[in-house]
């Protein structure tokens, strides 16, 4: 194994320490912008959960002892001056620990146990090992003992409030080493031969093979190709409870979700070197589709939230989904898509369409991905150009897949319903240089300094050339240095890190950059390409950026953004190769 293959080093406190397969990570984030001093084993089953706290300690005393954490995939390690510990994944639900020089103390993160909270410690003569078990995520975290000595075992059996966990100490040949296992109630005791390099070399190779299929293309010119690698490798999760198929995660911090339209990016990224597993991402929402047709907002390990949807840019999606596939889809997998699709548009055509009306309507900022974007400021259940936007590829999506699938008369009743759609929203919403909203309730229009408003130019080279050409021009407005704000930095709504009131996000960049190509504003769409590149090598792939410093905001390891960087850095790479 070369030094070259173990990956980029990265801040344990802005990516999580994981493995491909893994519900559970190695942080100190333990909760919603929340730190924790020590590393934490935290689960993501049954929502996000600090389950295990582990801490270097000072062989001599006992006592906790400052430590550098290096990571890189494959591999992480408290150094200080005294040792080292080292852990890495020996499979999705087991990691080993080593040490030498260092003790490790690993602790139950919930001090008190209850009836129905907290996390039960005590040793298991059957495996020979001691096991925490949580009520939180309703797993067990078993530990073994593979060499060195447990010097203390605080808390065994113990009820009510407490300190529980076990002490590790080295052999007399200075080192010590441990298993730890996330497991549902039972299996055989834990045994291994194979040595820890050997897992750490294996960690380092899976990642490795994995950056060589998705970014083969990059270069010293995509310089963050392969930590964004390491963000979407790194928060896969094996299928599990509600999450019917291998699910790339928004995060392994707290955003550790797939919700119903951040799901579509990761599938983008994915499609040429992992065709199997983008499938699976474009598909997950669709297993959860609902009788009305709709998606659900969001899947987790345990939960599927209906009571809001997300936008239907999946046409726009399956779109480009099946010309970046290195083999095409038969008449099975397409017939599947579209009637999934089918159903998902006749959703927004009859549940979102009040009577009468020509088009669809958002009931809440949440239904369209952009919470609290000022489009939504005077009233909430609103006919919008974006929407009506979206609409109108996906029903050209279906006219090609009825096309495809030999199926003549649905191709033209597809199209027809889209240059409806299209005709609707430039009578209805085109206000002579602006897009419009428009209350469902009160037939009132507004316009508004979101970029939300200027998203119907992801229609492209369907757009008028003059439409086209003036929502260039607005666009161009709402760059900065580091890429596209989502409220105009002049608005006296504006916030730095006011969500989507300013800040920087991927999806957007992309769907614009995307629009703006193919209605012939190529210049405008290499510069908001370049930016948001350059951003995401600067700054890492935050759930959103400032706008003005380029600062990551929120969840700062987001799958969607780091897709994003993929996408983007891989066209600009083709582009640069011709």
């Known amino acids: 194994m070369t030094a070259a293959r173990s990956g980029p080093a990265f801040s344990v406190h802005d990516i999580p320490f994981s493995t491909h397969g893994s519900w559970f990570d190695i942080s100190p984030v333990v909760a919603e912008k929340t730190y924790a001093e020590d590393l934490h084993l935290v689960s993501h089953q049954n ?22 954490v290096d990571t890189t995939p494959g591999l992480l390690s408290w150094i200080s001056t005294g040792g080292r510990i080292d ?20 602790d139950a993160a919930a001090r008190t146990l209850t009836p129905f909270s907290g996390t039960y410690f005590f040793r298991d003569p059957a495996a020979d090992a001691h096991v925490f078990t949580s009520y939180e995520t309703g797993r067990r975290y078993r530990v073994t003992v593979l060499s060195g000595t447990v010097a203390a075992t605080p808390g065994t059996e113990t009820l009510g409030g407490g ?18 296992e996330e497991l549902d109630t039972a299996r055989p005791p834990y045994v291994s031969s194979v040595p820890f390099d050997a897992i750490s070399e294996a960690e380092q190779t899976r990642f490795a093979d994995f950056v060589d299929r998705v970014a ?68 997950l929402p669709f297993d959860h589709q609902d009788d ?19 936008p239907p840019i999946h046409g726009w999606t399956f779109g480009r989904l099946r010309r970046r596939l290195p083999t095409p889809l038969g008449p099975a997998g397409l017939t599947e898509t579209y009637d999934r699709l089918e159903r998902w548009t ?7 369409r009040a009577p009468g009306a020509g088009l669809p309507h958002y009931q809440h900022g949440n239904d369209s991905g952009w919470d609290n974007a000022t489009t939504f400021d005077p009233e909430r259940v609103i006919e919008s150009a974006d929407l009506a936007a979206f609409l109108v590829l996906q029903l050209h999506e279906l006219a090609d897949l009825a096309g495809a699938l030999d199926r003549p008369d ?28 428009r209350g469902v309730g009160t037939g009132d229009t507004w316009s508004s300094s979101s970029l939300l408003d200027l998203m119907p130019v992801v229609l492209g080279e369907h757009l008028p050339a003059d439409v086209g050409s003036t929502l260039a021009d607005r666009i161009k ?102």
């Open 477 to 578: 407005a709402h760059l900065t240095p580091y890429g596209l704000a989502t409220e105009l930095p002049t608005s006296p709504h504006y916030l730095a890190d006011g969500y989507w009131r300013g800040p920087i996000w991927a999806p957007a960049t992309v769907l614009i950059e995307d629009g703006l190509r193919r209605a012939g504003h190529e210049r405008l769409a290499d510069d908001i390409s370049a930016r948001f590149r350059a951003l995401c090598e600067t700054h890492g792939f935050a759930e959103n950026f400032d706008a003005l410093t380029g600062k990551g905001l929120r969840d700062r390891a987001y799958t969607w953004t780091a897709s994003s960087y993929l996408l983007l850095a891989e066209a600009h790479a083709h582009r640069e190769s011709r």
């Open 216 to 283: 083969p293309w990059r270069s010293s010119a995509t310089p963050a190709a392969e930590l964004a690698a390491y963000v979407v490798w790194s928060a896969t999760v094996r299928p599990t409870g509600l999450v019917t198929r291998p699910a790339v995660l928004m995060s392994k911090h707290w955003m550790d979700k797939v919700w119903s339209w951040d799901h579509c990016f990761n599938a983008l990224a994915l499609a040429p070197g992992c065709p199997e597993l983008a499938l699976d991402q474009f598909a």
């Open 346 to 352: 006749a959703f927004w055509l009859t549940a979102r």
């Open 47 to 68: 929502g996000m959960h600090a389950v295990l706290r582990l801490v270097p300690l000072d062989p001599a005393t006992g006592d906790r002892t400052e430590a550098r």
């Open 292 to 310: 009305s047709g709709a998606l659900p907002d969001s899947v987790t390990h345990s939960e599927v939230l209906y009571n809001f949807v997300k």
């Open 87 to 106: 852990l890495s994944y020996e499979s999705p639900d087991t990691v080993r620990l080593r040490g030498s020089g260092l003790g490790i103390g690993v």
């Open 410 to 437: 649905e191709a033209r009743r597809w199209t027809r319903t889209a240059e409806e759609t299209q005709a609707a929203l430039l009578d209805r919403l085109w206000d002579t240089d602006r897009f419009v909203a």
């Open 163 to 180: 300190h529980r966990g076990l002490t590790m100490t080295a052999a007399a040949d200075g080192h010590w080493e441990i298993a730890i």
